[in-house]
C-alpha cells in the first residue's frame, strides 16, 4: 500500500532494515485527561529515534467530541494525511471505561478506513517506561490501584489492587513510578517502597514505547483488540441480577 511499508498485506513489503523514515499517530484517552500525538521513526534496530511533531490535550470528559478534530488538526499542521501513517499507537488501558473504548472504537475506525496497522500498550506499561522504573501504579479510585509489577526474568503482570491485595503481595518492588495518587495507597500498605513521581504518560511517550514494536511488525490484531480494563464495568459490578429464566 502506498505510504505504508509496514502494512500487513501490503503488497511489496521492504524488509525493517529499508525502511527508514516512518510517521506514526499516537492515542491515549484512558486517564483524566488524553492526548493524541504525531511522530516519525528513523532506523530499524535496536531502539529507533522518534521525533515527535506534535501533540495535542485532550479533556478527560470530551473524548469523544474533540479526539478525531484533534487528529485532523495534527495531521494538518504537520502536512501529512492519515493515509501516510504507518501505523496507529492505541493506549489500550487500564483507565476509564469510556475513554479506553472511545480511543480504542477511534484507533480500529481510522485503521480500517486507511488500512494502517496498531499497536496496542498498557498505560502502565508507558508510565514504567517513562520512569525508568520496572514497576508502576494508577489511581484506580475505590481505595485500589492499577499496579504493574516486574521481576527480573519474568513476564510482567498488571492486576487491579486493594488493601487486602496490597498486602498479600510477598515480594514488593523496591520502587514504584506513579503519576497521581496511587503512592497515597501504597504507602499505607508498603511503607519500605520508594515511589518515583513523574507527568503522566502521554500519546507521544506511548510512541517512544511502541517504537521498536512497530519496527518489529509487532501489530494487534483488529478483530481480537479490545479493552485492557482489569476492572469490571459498573453494570457489570452494580447490575442487578437477572430474574430466574432470563438472560
Known amino acids: 500500500m502506498p505510504g505504508n511499508p509496514l502494512h500487513p498485506d501490503s503488497a511489496a513489503q521492504p524488509a525493517a532494515p529499508d525502511v527508514q523514515s ?5 492515542i491515549d484517552t484512558c486517564g483524566p485527561s488524553g492526548s493524541v500525538a504525531l511522530a516519525r521513526l528513523f532506523g530499524a ?15 478527560g470528559r470530551s473524548y469523544s467530541a474533540t479526539l478525531i478534530a484533534a487528529i485532523g488538526d495534527l495531521l494538518r499542521q504537520a502536512g501529512l494525511k492519515l493515509r501516510d501513517m504507518n501505523a496507529i499507537v492505541a493506549v489500550s488501558g487500564p483507565g476509564s471505561f469510556t475513554g479506553v473504548r472511545v480511543g480504542l472504537s477511534a484507533a480500529k475506525g481510522l485503521a480500517e478506513a486507511a488500512p494502517i496497522p496498531i499497536v496496542a500498550v498498557s498505560r502502565l506499561e ?27 526474568g519474568e513476564e510482567a503482570t498488571e492486576v487491579l489492587a486493594g488493601g487486602a491485595e496490597l498486602a498479600a503481595i510477598p515480594t514488593r518492588p523496591p520502587a514504584v513510578a506513579v503519576c497521581d495518587q496511587a503512592a497515597a495507597l501504597l504507602s499505607a500498605t508498603w511503607p519500605a517502597t520508594r515511589f518515583v513521581p513523574v507527568e503522566a504518560p502521554t500519546a507521544a511517550d506511548a510512541i517512544r514505547l511502541a517504537a521498536s514494536r512497530i519496527f518489529a511488525r509487532e501489530f494487534a490484531d483488529p478483530l481480537l483488540l479490545d479493552g485492557h480494563y482489569l476492572r469490571r464495568s459498573d453494570a457489570e459490578i452494580f447490575g442487578e441480577p437477572a430474574a430466574p429464566g432470563h438472560p
Open 45 to 59: 534496530s535496536g531502539q529507533p529515534e522518534v521525533e515527535v511533531l506534535g501533540q495535542a490535550p485532550l479533556e
Open 22 to 26: 516512518l510517521p506514526v499517530l499516537g
Open 126 to 152: 508507558v508510565l514504567a517506561f517513562k520512569s525508568g522504573v520496572p514497576a508502576a501504579a494508577l489511581d484506580a479510585h475505590r481505595s485500589e490501584v492499577f499496579l504493574r509489577l516486574a521481576a527480573p
